[in-house]
């Protein structure tokens, strides 16, 4: 900011300089006409007006020069400017695909879970029906042993059966072990993934707290850039009214360019700040299959400092809209940009929220 300043400054000196020669060029014009009490060589005036001419001539050409020195480093850093929001939309991008990615992970243990359960039951049924057939063949052996007095055939027969009935026990109780080993393996499987889930969502916090800093740096040089071009717009009105009749309409131009530039710059940080909003509201709803692929239409009013003062859903799903009026209520207070032209327009938005399921 000092450099334009200071470039402002000499480009103001310059001018001045440049109207000063004029007049003194004008004043050697009216003091060269000689008087006659004193005879002056006329030629000598008229050299001295050729030499504060080309004076003159080369002050324009270096104020031209530092005219456009300047357009050429304004237009640099708008280049800058549109690469950074480039870099730093694909990198919110690929941070939404690895929470994505983390959360379908997280999804899937606990449907393995879930299965897991189930299969659990149903060896335990099968192991409830096999204890049942155990006590019935027990049952059948001590009425075995009572007819052994009468037949001693039917009571080896009946003896064959028992052994029989205990073999298919021991078949039974060593399924139901094996069943035991894996419901366990089952379990083990489920607490490693739910392990792997807790290290995602640190990692996850991490990231957002990289970005919550990343963002409040921007903020701040955002802040120290729209103060430079408040200053640089007083210098430029100083400059235009000097020079305004040489570069009025090239400047009206270039200012017009700027301000198309900065709006854009807006927009993109509104955007920003909207995906920000709609990833709080996401932290706060509570979702339902049903809710998958709908959405809703909220209106948002939030204070200066991102309190939120009123919510309404608008078109959309109703069961959409009135979970995230409920999540924006529950989280009382949303991302807000210290920026006072961003957060102008954050103050009062329209948001399209879509639950992830």
Known sequence: MKESQSN????????????????????????????KSTPQPQHKAIEAVVVNSKAVQQQVERIKKTQQDKLAKERKRQRDAEARIQKLNQERKQKERDIAKAKAAQKKAEQATKRAEAKRVVKEKERAKAEVAAAKAELQRKKNVAQRKKSEAAAKKAEQQRKKKVAETKRAEQQRAKKVAERKKAEAAAATAEKKRKVAEQQRKVAENKERERLADIARKQKAEQERKREQAKQEKLLQQQIEAEFGADLDSEIKQLDAVRNQEIISEVDEYKLRISSTIQKYILTDQTMKGKSCILDIRLSDSGLVLDVSGGKGDKLVCRAAVNAVNKAGSLPMSKDPEIAAKLKNIKLIFEPEI
Do not use: K, M, R
């Not at 004029?22 to 009216?30: E, H, K, Q």
């Open 8 to 35: 402002f400054s000499l480009s103001a000196v310059v001018s001045i300089a440049l109207h000063v020669g004029l007049l003194a060029i004008l004043g050697l014009s009216v003091t060269s006409t000689p008087l």
